[in-house]
């Protein structure tokens, strides 16, 4: 049998696995330092802050967003954060939930209380309780959350950017689009990511940073490097310490 006798099948394996692999060698303009999602753990953020504060001084701090819900210190880390102008501070998709249940309680409350939006109305001291349909109480915590926030508080958490960039690392909360330059991905790729972002290395030679998916440990592969490690419930904060042709991996725990 001929090359061009193959079923078409086998010669599509055959390309698929020509594509050269990822093999660009990272090179951010300046050492960066990436965390994962915090989700209301105020205790890790802080010794997080204050570790890289000591070991690394000189990265630049970059958090991949959702900073709020599941964990029960939504506010504090907010607060923390809206006080470090220093810091790079993207938007996750919890924060676009939240962003969703303040302009429409209505419609967007049921889904962002149903993924921790509980916790972090609590830790605002909003609860859920009263008397009315299911769209007026969603009505009447909006209105308490709207307040607990102030207008400075809402602007920050709307005006959060969608990426990041340095030299060939991009910063994303979830995911890009492989096939997509980094200045056309989608508000959805990036917030709640892309089917085929774990399945194809990029070609453009960029890295992406983000968080969205838990993993057992930080980890990079095929040019993504990941950083979430399940704060609200693991107890272990990572970050990525990132400069040109290095990466290291830093966590943060309980006790």
Not at 7 to 31: H, I, V
Not at 40 to 64: F, K, N, Q, T, Y
Not at 135 to 164: C, F, H, K, N, S
Request: charged share 25%; proline share 5%.
């Amino acid at each position: 049998m001929t090359f061009l006798d193959r079923p078409l099948d086998r010669l599509r394996g055959l390309f698929r696995r020509a594509t050269p692999d990822f093999d660009a060698p990272l090179a951010p303009d300046e050492p960066i330092a990436v965390i994962g999602d915090v989700h209301g753990r105020h205790d890790l953020l802080s010794r997080m802050l204050e570790r890289l504060g000591r070991e690394a001084p000189e990265h630049r701090i970059v958090l991949v967003g959702d900073y709020i819900d599941r964990g029960e210190d939504s506010r504090a880390v907010i607060e923390e954060l809206r006080e470090r102008p220093d810091l790079v501070c993207l938007k996750g998709n919890h924060e676009a939930m939240c962003i969703a249940f303040l302009e429409d309680p209505a419609q967007h409350g049921a889904r962002w209380l149903r993924n921790g939006g509980l916790q972090a109305l609590a830790s605002f001291g909003v609860g859920l309780g009263g008397e009315g349909t299911e769209a007026e109480r969603m009505t009447a915590a909006r209105d308490a959350m709207v307040e607990a926030l102030g207008d400075e508080g809402r602007r920050w958490l709307a005006e959060r950017p969608l990426q990041w960039r340095s030299g060939n690392l991009g910063v994303v909360h979830a995911a890009a689009d492989p096939a997509q330059p980094l200045q056309l991905q989608s508000e959805r790729t990036l917030l709640w990511g892309h089917p085929q972002f774990e399945r194809q290395p990029r070609q453009d030679g960029i890295w992406i940073a983000h968080g969205h998916t838990i993993h057992d440990e930080p980890c990079a592969i095929r040019g993504r490097i990941a950083v979430d490690t399940g704060a609200y419930a693991s107890g272990r904060l990572s970050a990525a310490l990132i400069a040109r042709g290095e990466l290291r991996f830093l966590q943060v725990t309980l006790g």
